[in-house]
């Protein structure tokens, strides 16, 4: 699986739009970016993912750069009930490797 | 009920106890894992299993040993409880895809 790179930390103010970078410049055609978080100490919860087009569901949209080399997780209205670890991971969809989680980078959202 | 759940929530045990994590899933998958996690870092693999007949090492697999005794449950124990394996301990469960992890709630382990 291709490596991530991610800020340790970001800070984001109560109700505006929250974007969350990841660098995965060694991935591969069939590899799909997957974006999980977990709040303070709860299990990881799944968010989003995809491959080469911009997602978006109920929770988030997903940005990949046209080169699929980086990528943005938004939370375009973010709440306190946002602040946690989000964790960019890269992997063929069914590889049958298990998720590599790395560090992730922690969202603190401010009133 | 909980699609995957963890037993005990808390536990607190000493050095040199042998100790067993229980893991079960309502999913329906066949694929079973344990991580730990540390504070201030990110989830470690520790075991995984495809099906039944099928048990992998992790990435941080000494110390630990697991059993896959049906489809739903995956266990996993530690023969001699040592402090450094404090942490929290996470089973989850998959289908193929890489957006189909469901999580427990976690077991807080202390090695005293």
């Known amino acids: 699986d291709a490596k991530t790179t991610q800020p340790p930390s970001m800070d984001c103010a109560e109700g505006r739009a929250a974007n969350l970078p990841c660098n995965h410049s060694?991935?591969?055609?069939?590899?799909?970016v997957y974006w999980y978080r977990q709040i303070h100490s709860q299990g990881p919860q799944y968010i989003i993912h995809?491959?080469?087009n911009n997602e978006t569901n109920e929770m988030a949209s997903l940005i990949i750069t046209e080169d699929r080399k980086s990528s943005t997780l938004i939370l375009p209205h973010a709440t306190l009930r946002d602040t946690a670890v989000y964790y960019c991971i890269v992997r063929v969809s069914n590889s049958g490797y298990a998720l590599n989680f790395g560090k992730g980078t922690s969202l603190l959202v401010t009133p | 009920d909980a699609d995957v759940t963890q037993t005990p929530r808390n536990r607190i045990t000493k050095t040199g106890k042998r100790i067993m994590l229980e893991c079960s899933q309502t999913k329906g998958h066949d694929r079973m894992y344990w991580y730990r996690q540390d504070p201030g870092l990110g989830l470690r693999l520790i075991y995984y299993?495809?099906?039944?007949?099928?048990?992998n090492k992790g990435e941080i697999s000494d110390g630990y040993s697991v059993s896959r005794q049906a489809q739903a449950k995956f266990s996993l124990s530690l023969e001699s409880a040592i402090p450094n394996q404090t942490a929290l301990y996470f089973c989850?469960?998959?289908?193929?895809?890489?957006?189909?992890?469901?999580f427990g709630s976690g077991t807080r382990l202390t090695v005293v």
């Open positions: 995809g491959l080469k």
């Open positions: 299993s495809f099906d039944v007949k099928d048990i």
């Open positions: 989850a469960t998959s289908d193929l895809t890489g957006a189909g992890y469901t």
């Open positions: 060694t991935i591969s055609g069939n590899e799909y």
